[in-house]
């Protein structure tokens, strides 16, 4: 199937492996120069090596998404580099590896602040882009409750907070995220903008 995809130009976050890796390589069966990054160099080098007839249209950066001026810096190169950006996905996640204000800081900026510092950043190459997108990929984390404990002792959690806060138990993240493409910059300029479902649902 042709999916008109073919040359365009592709930057892509979170790339080597589970949904990410099935993105970036469905666009390179298009025939898509895809520019893709991820924490770290040995799942990029593998990635890379999986794909050897497909080098020349692939470019890997390893880097850590909340690295605000790497980040930055990476988008930029790229946008450069291609000239110009046709689709843009941002689709790293936390892992939840952390509790208290520690859990909440990292949620929130691998969660939320990236994908609003990549929509900045990417904003001006994509307004050289033909049909340009941008697209949200929602972390499973923003809906789920915790896995540890029965399915009673986590509604009673849920029941608490929504009493404590005064509002119903959505998490802010994911609420974020959402707001974030409603009031992204992409509105208005010609720019297609798809805040997906959480990971597991897409």
């Given at each position: 199937?042709?999916?008109?995809?073919?040359?365009?130009?592709?930057?892509?976050?979170?790339?080597?492996?589970?949904?990410?890796?099935?993105?970036?390589?469905?666009?390179?069966?298009?025939?898509?120069?895809?520019?893709?990054?991820?924490?770290?160099?040995?799942g990029i080098d593998a990635l890379m090596a999986a794909h050897p007839a497909s080098a020349k249209n692939l470019r890997g950066r390893a880097l850590d998404v909340r690295d605000a001026d790497a980040f930055k810096l990476w988008v930029a190169e790229?946008?450069?580099?291609?000239?110009?950006?046709?689709?843009?996905?941002?689709?790293?996640?936390?892992?939840?590896?952390?509790?208290?204000?520690?859990?909440?800081?990292?949620?929130?900026?691998?969660?939320?602040?990236?994908?609003?510092?990549?929509?900045?950043?990417?904003?001006?190459?994509?307004?050289?882009?033909?049909?340009?997108?941008?697209?949200?990929?929602?972390?499973?984390?923003?809906?789920?409750?915790?896995?540890?404990?029965?399915?009673?002792?986590?509604?009673?959690?849920?029941?608490?907070?929504?009493?404590?806060?005064?509002?119903?138990?959505?998490?802010?993240?994911?609420?974020?995220?959402?707001?974030?493409?409603?009031?992204?910059?992409?509105?208005?300029?010609?720019?297609?903008?798809?805040?997906?479902?959480?990971?597991?649902?897409?």
């Amino acid at each position: 199937m042709d999916l008109g995809l073919s040359g365009k130009r592709v930057l892509l976050t979170g790339a080597t492996r589970g949904i990410g890796r099935a993105i970036l390589e469905a666009f390179l069966i298009e025939g898509a120069h895809v520019a893709f990054c991820a924490r770290g160099q040995a799942g990029i080098d593998a990635l890379m090596a999986a794909h050897p007839a497909s080098a020349k249209n692939l470019r890997g950066r390893a880097l850590d998404v909340r690295d605000a001026d790497a980040f930055k810096l990476w988008v930029a190169e790229t946008g450069e580099a291609f000239g110009g950006l046709d689709a843009v996905i941002s689709n790293v996640s936390t892992r939840l590896t952390s509790t208290g204000e520690d859990l909440w800081r990292e949620t929130f900026e691998t969660d939320l602040i990236q994908h609003v510092r990549l929509a900045e950043a990417a904003l001006p190459w994509l307004e050289k882009g033909t049909d340009p997108s941008l697209t949200f990929i929602s972390s499973i984390a923003g809906w789920s409750t915790h896995r540890r404990g029965s399915l009673r002792h986590r509604q009673g959690r849920a029941d608490q907070l929504r009493r404590s806060v005064g509002r119903p138990s959505r998490s802010a993240r994911t609420a974020g995220q959402h707001r974030l493409a409603r009031t992204n910059p992409a509105r208005g300029r010609g720019l297609g903008h798809d805040p997906s479902a959480p990971a597991e649902a897409v």
